[in-house]
């Protein structure tokens, strides 16, 4: 059926709408929102759900301060959600699901001299459902050297469209965030899907839309953008999945984690 959905008709419909000013009726949807998904508004800054003047203001809402306290780790989990994937990257395959992978230098964009950074890595594959806290944090310190737009499809990105769609996360739109650590590249992906309005990141703010057919490059290395680990970097106007790459070399996921487990920013994800 996703095949033949207009998913970027319904995508743009649902960004028009979630910015929308429609007072009572604004209120009356998020409180719809909350009930049916189950959202805790106990922990957000700001839990008075009469106050969000649009959806996307309470979509994107901040947590309490100290709501998620940071794990002493080498990586933190960027999101709330629950892990897809996770585990070795097999020479510049990702496992996706049962029965599919796809490449690293789908993923990125093309760019096969990037993506070689990343043969034999490790990968971890984070959805984030609509109850979730849609603000993306740092798993660890991180200089930006780069942000590619790479145009695609809007594939919904829940749990059974990854079981049953092809390369999925490298055939949605995405925005790939190139970072430099002490440990060497590592790679945050925001995928875009159906009706997610838009996605932005701190130092550039909304990335799409405009969306654009063409591949769209933005480079920083006369920029000094330097995240510590647990910032903000960037946030989704409605949900979807963050996939990480990260470079050969001994790498230990928790040993806690595991497919659909439900995890929270700020939780250890890996040592090094």
């Not at 429609?22 to 719809?32: E, M, N, P, S, V």
């Not at 700001?46 to 080498?74: H, M, V």
């Not at 020479?91 to 990125?108: E, N």
């Not at 971890?124 to 979730?132: E, F, G, H, V």
Request: glycine share 10%; net charge positive.
């Amino acid at each position: 059926m996703q095949y033949v959905l207009p998913k970027k008709a319904l995508t743009q419909g649902a960004g028009l709408l979630a910015s929308m000013r429609g007072g009572a009726l604004t209120t009356g949807f998020i409180k719809w929102f909350v009930g049916k998904y189950g959202v805790n508004m106990a922990e957000a800054a700001n839990p008075d759900i009469a106050s969000y003047p649009t959806f996307n203001e309470f979509f994107t809402r901040p947590l309490k301060a100290g709501a998620r306290p940071l794990a002493q780790a080498d990586l933190i989990s960027p999101v709330d959600g629950a892990i897809s994937q996770f585990g070795p990257i097999r020479k510049d395959q990702i496992f996706q699901a049962k029965g599919h992978d796809y490449s690293t230098r789908a993923l990125v964009g093309g760019d096969a001299q990037l993506a070689a950074r990343f043969e034999d890595g490790h990968f971890a594959t984070l959805y984030l459902s609509p109850k979730d806290y849609h603000r993306i944090h740092m798993p660890c310190d991180g200089r930006l050297t780069r942000m590619i737009y790479v145009p695609g499809d809007l594939f919904s990105v829940n749990p059974a469209t990854a079981h049953g769609v092809p390369g999925l996360f490298a055939r949605n739109e995405r925005v790939v965030c190139v970072f430099e650590s002490e440990h060497g590249p590592f790679v945050l992906t925001l995928v875009g899907a159906t009706v997610v309005g838009s996605m932005a990141t701190t130092w550039h703010g909304v990335v799409n839309p405009p969306r654009s057919a063409n591949l769209r490059e933005w480079r920083y290395d006369n920029q000094p953008i330097v995240l510590k680990q647990g910032d903000e970097m960037g946030r989704f106007l409605l949900g979807s999945t963050v996939v990480m790459l990260f470079p050969r070399g001994s790498l230990q996921f928790n040993p806690d984690w595991a497919a659909a487990k439900p995890i929270r920013m700020g939780e250890a994800m890996a040592q090094r």
